[in-house]
């Protein structure tokens, strides 16, 4: 695995509708990025794509991820460091000091192992002073920068409200870098299915709208049937049964459903084989 690569780029603007004519071959394979990750576009049919980095080797028609481990700090981090005493010196250019109000810094206590781990991604401040309030980060430092078991992050947005150390963070790298098989127990954050077989460090486009292959695992279903994805296959989905409430003589009985659903069976491919889904990812 492998997280973003300093080669990465992204960008803040607002993307508009791409010319007519407009020929972007979604299976192409990139081994430097050709477009800023995230970029995205519905075709005239209504498929939408996505442009991607990926952190391991994917096969084609795989449902994949963000690499959370490595990407992204879904707890709070109750220990920001906020306006600290090693925070009282400004960075360059900046008039507010990081973690005050209109500043485009932030010092956290993180250990990522390499810069921009967190860039593309996000900051939401969810609880304590500033609570309520998600920006997006521009770059990040790995640990060490500034100083020791701290990062850097560099935010699009200035901060509206200061935070401090009562401030509970979680941070989320970009939705469409260090993608990798999804998996049920770690790697669910679903963000669409590969168009190619791209390698680590690679950047090619995912799908997360309209119709698609997808790896389908045992549990095979019937056209119109929702699937989710798969809690024994990497990658894959399964077919779900819709059962929320069952009236028995004693009572009405519940079934959770906690799987994140990806679409709609169009076409069935059989067990371990690719079935057409009217993905439904945005």
């Known amino acids: ?16 509708t791409p010319s007519i004519g407009a020929d972007i071959n979604v299976h192409e394979i990139h081994s430097t990025p050709r477009f800023a990750v995230g970029f995205g576009f519905e075709r005239s049919d209504g498929n939408k794509y996505r442009y991607s980095q990926f952190g391991a080797a994917t096969a084609a028609s795989r449902v994949v991820s963000v690499d959370v481990s490595e990407s992204a700090i879904i707890a709070s981090i109750a220990t920001n460091t906020g306006l600290a005493s090693n925070t009282t010196t400004a960075v360059a250019g900046e008039a507010a000091l990081p973690g005050a109000a209109g500043s485009h810094y932030v010092e956290v206590t993180a ?13 939401g401040i969810t609880g304590g002073t500033g609570q309520g309030y ?12 500034p100083s020791t078991s701290r990062c850097r992050l560099q935010l699009w947005e200035p901060l509206v409200v200061s935070i401090d150390t009562t401030s509970d963070l979680t941070i989320l790298g970009s939705n469409y870098a260090n993608l990798e098989a999804a998996t049920f127990t770690a790697d669910a954050l679903v963000v669409g299915v590969t168009m190619s077989a791209p390698s680590a460090d690679n950047y090619a486009w995912i799908q997360t709208k309209g119709p698609a292959l997808c790896l389908q695992d045992v549990e095979v279903g019937v056209i119109g049937q929702p699937v989710f994805l798969s809690t024994a296959t990497a990658g894959a989905v399964a077919a779900l049964d819709l059962i929320v409430s069952v009236v028995t003589s004693t009572g009405v009985g519940t079934e959770s459903i906690n799987q994140p659903i990806i679409g709609y069976l169009m076409d069935n491919g059989g067990s371990a084989g690719s079935s057409l889904v009217n993905l439904i990812l945005e």
């Not at 992204?10 to 993307?15: E, K």
């Open 1 to 16: 695995m492998a997280v973003a690569s300093n080669t990465n780029y992204y960008s803040n603007a607002i993307v508009g």
């Open 111 to 123: 250990t990522p192992a390499n810069t921009q781990t967190f860039a593309g991604g996000y900051l």
């Open 134 to 145: 998600m920006y997006r980060i521009k770059s990040s430092t790995a640990t060490g920068t």
